[in-house]
């Protein structure tokens, strides 16, 4: 769990702007919720290579890339940075293929915690394999712990070698963008196209702790432009309704995937807070056995979703794709339910009631909406 420079500030990030996103997350209690790796997304570095090592840029990263891992580090965070394995990053600034060696010890003498490692720039031929194990095996030499974090988008099947490339998560899917489906002409992926392409891939076997498949950032509490290269010439009209966040979000705790906030925590309003910050949701989220929830039915356009937790409990998402409200109806015999028990407590993590069952689950959803469930036996 952490928060990410790209989705709020693109190309335009400078260390000011992540010294603000470390104190928000102290100040918003996003920290003690579990958000904790602080990552600087691409557009940090100059625009040469200084004998082969990266340098911060001048203007916007004037104190350098150590003295803003001491800021971070201060107030209990984890600090994280980006680079490409490639000739350059996507934005087109210099990256480190070739330099895999110089550069993790590079990150380790700054003291970085977390490298997310992108796809972008020429290969020179070689196979992502190659480029992600060559980074991989220069992070283990070092003497820090880095979580690295691959991200070449789930082209090349990255769920089959991202443990033994030395990956701790691996993007499974295209850019996010903060909508709720896009057109083939439009950059990115939008939410209901990431929950598709989650369950079929299936890709949900090879998640777990120490390694786990990555449906992008958070879009939640930013606007319709977010997360958009400034290289891409495109126009998006449509951002996210509150309904549409929640079942991004929901979504995201079901897969237990990276939560990554990527919004402006300036500016963030209380709504944005009480999401990212709903514990049981989190929980759900975080839940030791790390299982990725998968789809159990679909009827029309309402589909049901579970995903087993610790303790015999599990979660169900009722998910209505419609655009009238729907009753979804389901049992415990349908979803990933490990107990038989006579009776069972659902919690209703969004509308925070509680109920008995002797196996029917049930809810009216909204339009793009869901009811998001932890079923526990008695
Ligand atoms: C790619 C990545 C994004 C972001 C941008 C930065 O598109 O997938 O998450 O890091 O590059 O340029």
């Known amino acids: 769990m952490g928060w990410n420079s790209w989705n709020a500030f693109s190309c335009a990030v400078t260390e000011e702007d992540i010294r603000s996103a470390a104190d928000r997350l102290v100040e918003t209690g996003l920290r003690d919720a579990g958000y904790e790796y602080l990552v600087v997304d691409d557009c940090w570095m100059d625009d040469e290579l200084d004998d082969g090592y990266l340098r911060p840029h001048p203007e916007d990263f004037p ?4 003295a803003l891992a001491e800021y971070v580090h201060d107030r209990d965070l984890k600090f994280g940075i980006y680079s490409s394995a490639g000739r350059v990053t996507c934005q087109g600034y210099p990256a480190s ?3 895999e060696r110089k550069h993790a010890r590079q990150f380790a003498d700054w003291g970085v915690d977390y490298l997310k490692y992108d796809n972008c720039g020429d290969h020179e031929g070689k196979d992502a ?3 992600y194990s060559a980074m991989g095996k220069a992070l283990a ?4 712990d880095i979580v690295y974090s691959i991200c070449e988008w789930g082209r090349n099947e990255p ?7 030395g990956g701790h998560l691996w993007r499974a899917t295209h850019d996010i963008v903060a909508k709720w489906s896009t057109e083939d002409t439009e950059f990115g992926l939008g939410i209901a196209d990431i929950i598709d392409q989650m369950d079929d891939r299936d890709i949900a076997p090879s998640h777990g702790p120490g390694g786990w498949n990555d449906p992008d950032m958070l879009q939640i509490g930013n606007g319709p432009d977010s997360g958009q290269s400034k290289l891409e010439d495109v126009t998006v009209e449509r951002g996210l ?16 995937a990276p939560l990554m906030a990527g919004n402006d925590l300036v500016e963030m309003d209380d709504r944005t807070l009480a999401l990212l910050t709903n514990e049981d949701a989190v929980a759900i989220n975080q839940d030791p056995l790390g299982i990725q929830g998968t789809r159990d039915g679909r009827l029309g356009e309402t ?7 610790t303790d015999g409990r599990c979660a169900v998402i009722l998910f209505n794709r419609g655009r009238t409200p729907a009753t979804i109806e389901t049992t415990v015999e349908t979803v990933d339910m490990s107990v038989d028990a006579a009776t069972y407590t659902v919690e209703d993590v969004w509308e925070d009631d509680e109920w008995q069952t002797s196996g029917t689950l049930h809810a009216t959803v909204d ?10 036996p008695e």
């Open 367 to 376: 339009p793009h909406d869901v009811a998001l469930f932890r079923v526990s």
């Open 303 to 309: 589909e049901v979703w579970s995903k087993r937790l």
């Open 63 to 66: 104190s350098g890339i150590e």
């Open 159 to 165: 769920w089959r070698w991202g443990r033994n490339a």
């Open 129 to 131: 394999l190659a480029r």
């Open 97 to 99: 293929l070739g330099h």
């Open 141 to 144: 030499k070092v003497d820090r």
């Open 241 to 256: 309704t509150p309904a549409e966040e929640r079942t991004h979000f929901s979504f995201w705790c079901l897969f237990a």
